[in-house]
C-alpha cells in the first residue's frame, strides 16, 4: 500500500509513505532535541501542512496532562495561518472519539486546546501584534520563504528560547537568500557531514522531497506537475522553485541566450491583416516630448499553440490627440480581437479614451506591482517553451529595438513577485510585447482558419 496507515475514524486525512517519514523524524526532534532549527522543503500542493497537522496533533495529545504550548505562524492571519489552524481542527474532531473526556479538542480564536496543551496560530506578518506568546513544545513557521527575516528572528525566534522549543520552517524554495534558504542550506552542510544515511543512521535536520517522488505516491500529482512543466518550461522560475524545489536566481538577465534564440521566428512581418487570421495586441504609451519614451504597438497573430509578432508602430513625441486618432486606426486596419492597453499613470486616460472608441476590445491594465510580475512570468513562459515568436529580422529600426530591449531586460525577485525592466534604458518594445501577449491570453483559443497559405 502507497499510504502509511488507514485512517481510523471518517475524516482523518492519511499520511502518504514521504509524508510519515518526515513526520515520524519531526516528532522525534521535537521531543528529544532542543534549540534546533529544522527545515521542512515539499513542492507546492505535496502535503506539508497535513504534515504539520499531524505533527502538532500528536504534540497536543502527547502533552494533555503535562501541557506546553505549539506557537504556529505564516505570512498572514488570513487565509495562510487560518488554513492551518482548519486543518488542526479538523483532524483533532476526527479523532477525538479515540480519547478520553478530558482529551477532547477545543478550538476558538485561533487557538486549539487538548487538556493542558494548546497551539496558538499566529500572523508573521510585521504590522500583527504578537508578543507575549511563549512556544514551549515547537514553533513552526508556515511558507518560511515569505516572512521577513528581521521580524521573525526578532519577535518569533524568542518565543522558543525559555524552553529551548525546536523551530521547523515549512515551505517551498526561492532565490537562495530568504530564512527558508539559509537555514535549509545550513541544515544541508550540517546533515551532510553526519556518519550514515538519514533516517536510518541518524535524524537529518533538513527534510526535501521531489515532485517526483511525490508523484509515485499520486500519480494525479505527477500528471499535474508534468503539465506545468509544458505550460511554464522547465528553467522557468515558478517550476523552478515551487516544483523542482531549488532556488531560482535571484537577479541576472532576465532571459538566457536559449530563451532569446527560441524567441526568433522564421515568418515575415506583415503589412496587413490576411483573411482568416485572428490578431490582438499590446499598446504601452510613452510622453509627450521629444526625450520621452517611445509609445509601442505591437501586433501578433495567434495560432494554436504561438502568438507570432507580425507587425510593430511607433511614435515619439507625437501630441496625444494625434496618437490616439494614429493608434486607433492601425488597430481597425488590423482587425484586432483584443488590445491589452497601459493604464498606468497618463495612460489612464489615453486607454480610457480608446476603449470608448474600440469598446470592450480594449483591456486597461495598470502596472500594479502583481500585475507587472505576472506579465514578466508569462513573458519567461512563453519564451521558454518557445511559443512566442518574433517576426525574422528584417534589418528595421523597430526590428533591433525589440531584440536590444529584451536582451537588456533585468529580473529579480521580490518575494513571490518578479521584478523587471531596464532601469539603464528603454523597454517600451518588450512592455508592448508582454501586454500583446497577456492580450492573446485573455482572448482565448483561436478560431480554426481554413483554406489560405501563410504568408
Not at 496543551?117 to 507575549?132: K, Q, R, T, W
Request: with cysteine.
Amino acid at each position: 500500500m502507497d499510504r502509511e496507515r488507514r485512517p481510523m475514524l471518517a475524516g482523518a486525512t492519511v499520511l502518504r509513505s514521504y509524508q510519515a517519514r518526515v513526520y515520524r523524524a519531526l516528532l522525534a526532534t521535537v521531543l528529544g532535541q532542543r534549540n534546533v532549527t529544522a527545515t521542512v522543503i515539499f513542492p507546492r500542493q505535496a502535503g506539508k501542512n497535513e504534515v504539520a497537522a499531524h505533527l502538532t496533533a500528536a504534540l497536543l495529545r502527547l502533552h494533555a496532562a503535562a501541557g506546553g504550548t505549539v506557537v504556529a505562524c505564516a505570512p498572514t492571519r488570513y487565509p495562510q495561518a487560518d488554513i492551518g489552524f482548519t486543518r488542526l481542527v479538523a483532524l483533532l474532531r476526527a479523532t477525538d472519539p479515540l480519547f478520553p473526556a478530558w482529551m477532547q479538542s477545543a478550538a476558538a480564536m485561533g487557538r486549539v486546546r487538548v487538556g493542558r496543551a494548546e497551539a496558538v496560530f499566529l500572523s508573521g506578518d510585521p504590522s500583527a501584534h504578537v508578543a507575549g506568546h511563549t512556544a514551549s513544545l515547537a514553533l513552526l513557521a508556515d511558507e518560511a520563504q515569505e516572512l521577513d527575516e528581521e521580524h521573525f528572528e526578532r519577535q518569533f525566534r524568542p518565543m522558543a528560547a525559555a524552553f529551548g522549543a525546536p523551530v521547523i520552517l515549512f515551505g517551498t524554495p526561492w532565490d537562495g537568500t530568504t530564512l527558508l534558504d539559509k537555514a535549509a542550506a545550513a541544515n544541508r552542510e550540517r546533515d551532510a557531514a553526519q556518519p550514515g544515511e538519514p533516517y536510518r543512521d541518524f535524524l537529518p535536520l533538513h527534510h526535501e522531497v521531489t515532485w517526483r517522488e511525490v508523484a509515485a505516491a499520486n500519480p494525479a500529482f505527477g500528471a499535474f506537475v508534468r503539465a506545468e512543466r509544458a505550460r511554464l518550461g522547465a528553467n522557468h522560475p515558478l517550476f523552478l522553485t515551487q516544483y523542482e524545489v531549488r532556488p531560482a536566481a535571484r537577479s541576472g538577465g532576465m532571459f538566457t541566450p536559449g530563451q532569446l534564440a527560441l524567441l526568433e521566428g522564421g515568418h515575415r512581418r506583415l503589412p496587413g491583416p490576411l483573411p482568416g487570421e485572428q490578431y490582438v495586441a499590446g499598446l504601452d504609451f510613452g510622453g509627450q516630448g521629444a526625450d520621452a519614451d517611445r509609445t509601442v504597438l505591437t501586433i501578433g497573430r495567434v495560432t494554436a499553440d504561438e502568438l507570432e509578432v507580425v507587425e510593430h508602430a511607433a511614435w515619439q513625441g507625437v501630441p496625444y490627440e494625434r496618437l490616439l486618432r494614429e493608434a486607433e486606426a492601425v488597430l481597425r486596419r488590423w482587425r484586432v480581437e483584443r488590445v491589452a492597453a497601459d493604464a498606468t499613470g497618463l495612460g489612464s486616460p489615453l486607454a480610457a479614451a480608446l476603449e470608448r472608441s474600440l469598446g470592450r476590445r480594449v483591456e486597461p491594465v495598470v502596472f500594479a506591482p502583481r500585475v507587472k510580475s505576472e506579465l514578466g512570468y508569462q513573458l519567461l513562459a512563453a519564451a521558454e517553451t518557445g511559443r512566442l515568436r518574433l517576426y525574422a529580422f528584417d534589418g528595421s529600426p523597430e526590428a533591433a529595438a525589440v531584440r536590444q530591449e529584451l536582451r537588456a531586460l533585468r529580473a529579480s525577485f521580490a518575494g513571490r513577485w518578479l521584478r523587471w525592466g531596464n532601469e539603464r534604458g528603454h523597454d517600451d518594445f518588450a512592455v508592448s510585447l508582454a501586454l500583446c501577449l497577456r492580450a492573446a491570453h485573455s482572448l482565448g483559443p483561436p478560431r480554426v482558419a481554413v483554406g489560405r497559405s501563410r504568408g
